[in-house]
Nanobody
């Protein structure tokens, strides 16, 4: 059974940092694209970042690059999202995702999802 489990969410002041982690299990994810999405109540789940299995060529949502950094450890089946200079508009539930197809900003193109971890940024 494939599982993605996120951790690392929490409450942080504006300008602070958090690192989210996602550990995959149930099969090997070394050839998957791993990504992060986020969602606020009443809004569509939006793409944040993704990274191919090679670790090269990350993709980021506009306005995120330079503040957030995605990385992965294939030996540990883990993907991380380092979030710096957080702002209140970054407040959301953050979801880990995986696919073997292509990097897509559309959440419907991703095959596996975690349960989400809440990030709250206070002003």
């Amino acid at each position: 059974q494939v599982q993605l489990v996120e951790s690392g969410g929490g409450l942080v002041h504006a300008g602070g940092s958090l690192t989210l982690s996602c550990t995959a299990s149930g099969r090997t994810f070394t050839t998957d694209i791993m990504g992060w999405f986020r969602q606020t109540p009443g809004k569509e789940r939006e793409f944040v970042a993704a990274l191919p299995w090679t670790g090269d060529g990350p993709s980021y949502k506009d306005g995120i690059r330079g503040r957030f950094t995605i990385s992965r450890d294939n030996a540990q089946n883990t993907v991380h999202l380092q979030m710096d200079r957080l702002a209140p508009e970054d407040t959301a539930a953050y979801y880990c995702a995986a696919t073997r197809r292509w990097i897509s900003s559309r959440h419907g193109d991703w095959d596996y999802w975690g349960q989400g971890t809440q990030v709250t940024v206070s002003s």
